[in-house]
């Protein structure tokens, strides 16, 4: 899977806000692994990403300050997604998620880090969104803390929603540390197309 890491740091309330008019492996952007998934496009400005559930852990990352489940932290992106497809590899019908937000480096980089099982992907916080391979269009706010399990106490947890092709979309995953809970707004034009 590939996934685009962008972090705000915790020291002071510091935010950092990026919007790729300019190219980002220049300013401590890093790609992690499988180089061809991303690409910085100078005419549109923007950052684009193939999410290929067939190649091996990619990431598209800003480093930053360490973050703990006693921090507040949030992640806010525009996303517009062109095109969809499950099932591409042969013998594999369906997907994995494609996933944005907040990673242990050392963790992830690991050869033992393994997404997709629910207990091998230790300190996580990111949106997913899974697309409907039979079990219907799943977007989850998931979190795995050091353990590596993933975060489950219900159907609330998560949501079963499509999130619609060709158009703009602003994701906003925040995290509040008094109630250790990560919330996901979807909206389009302004209006939510879910919440969790």
């Not at 923007?46 to 360490?66: H, M």
């Not at 092709?165 to 995953?173: A, E, K, W």
Request: glycine share 6%; no cysteine.
């Amino acid at each position: 899977t590939a996934s685009a890491v962008l972090a705000p740091s915790f020291a002071a309330a510091t935010t950092i806000t990026e919007d790729f008019s300019t190219d980002p492996l220049a300013r401590d952007w890093e790609i992690h692994n499988d180089s061809s998934l991303f690409a910085w496009n100078s005419t549109n400005q923007n950052l684009e990403v193939t999410w290929d559930s067939s190649k091996t852990n990619s990431y598209f990352r800003l480093p930053i300050s360490p973050i703990t489940s006693e921090n507040d932290f949030s992640l806010a992106l525009d996303l517009h997604m062109h095109d969809i497809a499950i099932g591409t590899t042969p013998g594999r019908p369906s997907t994995f998620q494609f996933a944005v937000g907040f990673h242990n480096r050392a963790d992830a980089d690991a050869t033992n880090f393994i997404r997709g099982t629910g207990a091998n992907s230790p300190n996580l916080a990111e949106f997913n969104f899974m697309p409907d391979s039979g079990f219907g269009p799943t977007v989850w706010p998931a979190m795995f803390p050091t353990n590596g399990l993933m975060n489950y106490s219900g159907a609330t947890d998560f949501g079963v929603f499509e999130i619609p092709i060709g158009v703009s979309l602003h994701v906003i995953l925040n995290y509040t540390a008094t109630n250790h809970t990560l919330s996901l707004q979807i909206l389009t034009n302004g209006t939510a197309v879910g919440e969790i």
